[in-house]
């Protein structure tokens, strides 16, 4: 930790916030970025801190990538610059944001509400990937979020789902096959969910999710074609004869004729 409060470095940065271009403060953040990196394991608090401080002036102004790469280096530390994590976090360019929205635990549970509410579909699939979804998390994603996002909350086991969020995750499956898959593999799915997800979806469908599921809940499924061809078998689609069709159509021209005459 000497390096850190040493005068060159001092004299470097101080240099960098009143006059430096582009390319020289990027090439600073990356030398106190590493220097960081290297010994985060042993910082105390405090000097995270320290380092929060100086990366988020820094880290003002620079291009994209560098703040991606940034974001990407600092997710998975257990002790994190947390303003500066907030800031990233935040950041309008989802791919500077995704990675400590993803992973990053010294996030606000606030913060993250507050970012599924304001931002796009980049933003709320990284959320949707945490480890942990708290339901008032989950209900923000399902209502926001487009195919993609749910894909990515429907198979996360540490999402936690409320019935209501269930049920419009059903209704999503029959529109996106993947999201369906995504379901089956749940662990936490009711019995009564999985057997309305099968009897709502095409017979092909219904194949594959039977064969990419569990066995304790092949059961279920098989159970569930069985009473859907069933109810089909009961209600049989209306037979169209095509003579009558043909007449049908061939009727309506003439009848307008007349109409208008």
């Given at each position: 930790?000497?390096?850190?409060?040493?005068?060159?470095l001092i004299?470097?940065?101080?240099?960098?916030?009143?006059?430096?271009?582009?390319?020289?403060?990027?090439?600073?953040?990356?030398?106190?970025?590493?220097?960081?990196?290297?010994?985060?394991?042993?910082?105390?608090?405090?000097?995270?801190?320290?380092?929060?401080?100086?990366?988020?002036?820094?880290?003002?102004?620079?291009?994209?990538?560098?703040?991606?790469?940034?974001?990407?280096?600092?997710?998975?530390?257990?002790?994190?610059?947390?303003?500066?994590?907030?800031?990233?976090a935040n950041?309008?360019?989802?791919?500077?944001?995704?990675?400590?929205?993803?992973?990053?635990?010294?996030?606000?549970?606030?913060?993250?509400?507050?970012?599924?509410?304001?931002?796009?579909?980049?933003?709320?699939?990284?959320?949707?990937?945490?480890?942990?979804?708290?339901?008032?998390?989950?209900?923000?994603?399902?209502?926001?979020?487009?195919?993609?996002?749910?894909?990515?909350?429907?198979?996360?086991?540490?999402?936690?789902?409320?019935?209501?969020?269930?049920?419009?995750?059903?209704?999503?499956?029959?529109?996106?096959?993947?999201?369906?898959?995504?379901?089956?593999?749940?662990?936490?799915?009711?019995?009564?969910?999985?057997?309305?997800?099968?009897?709502?979806?095409?017979?092909?469908?219904?194949?594959?999710?039977?064969?990419?599921?569990?066995?304790?809940?092949?059961?279920?499924?098989?159970?569930?074609?069985?009473?859907?061809?069933?109810?089909?078998?009961?209600?049989?689609?209306?037979?169209?004869?095509?003579?009558?069709?043909?007449?049908?159509?061939?009727?309506?021209?003439?009848?307008?004729?007349?109409?208008?005459?």
């Amino acid at each position: 930790m000497t390096v850190i409060a040493s005068p060159d470095l001092i004299a470097k940065l101080d240099h960098v916030l009143k006059a430096a271009s582009p390319d020289l403060r990027r090439r600073m953040l990356q030398e106190v970025a590493g220097l960081f990196l290297e010994d985060a394991h042993r910082l105390s608090e405090h000097h995270v801190e320290v380092f929060d401080d100086i990366l988020i002036r820094l880290s003002e102004n620079v291009e994209l990538r560098t703040l991606t790469t940034l974001s990407r280096s600092l997710a998975d530390l257990h002790l994190v610059p947390r303003e500066l994590a907030r800031r990233l976090a935040n950041h309008d360019d989802a791919d500077v944001a995704a990675p400590i929205l993803r992973a990053c635990e010294c996030i606000p549970e606030t913060d993250l509400i507050d970012i599924a509410w304001m931002r796009a579909e980049g933003h709320l699939s990284a959320i949707a990937g945490r480890k942990a979804v708290s339901q008032e998390l989950t209900d923000i994603l399902l209502m926001r979020g487009d195919s993609s996002v749910l894909r990515v909350l429907a198979g996360n086991p540490g999402a936690d789902v409320t019935s209501a969020g269930l049920a419009m995750m059903v209704d999503a499956a029959e529109r996106d096959e993947d999201i369906a898959g995504a379901l089956v593999s749940r662990k936490d799915l009711p019995h009564r969910v999985l057997a309305d997800l099968v009897m709502r979806s095409a017979p092909r469908q219904q194949a594959r999710l039977l064969k990419i599921a569990r066995p304790d809940i092949q059961d279920v499924i098989r159970a569930a074609i069985g009473a859907s061809a069933a109810r089909a078998s009961a209600n049989p689609p209306a037979t169209i004869d095509p003579a009558e069709a043909r007449a049908t159509v061939v009727a309506k021209p003439v009848q307008a004729v007349r109409a208008a005459s």
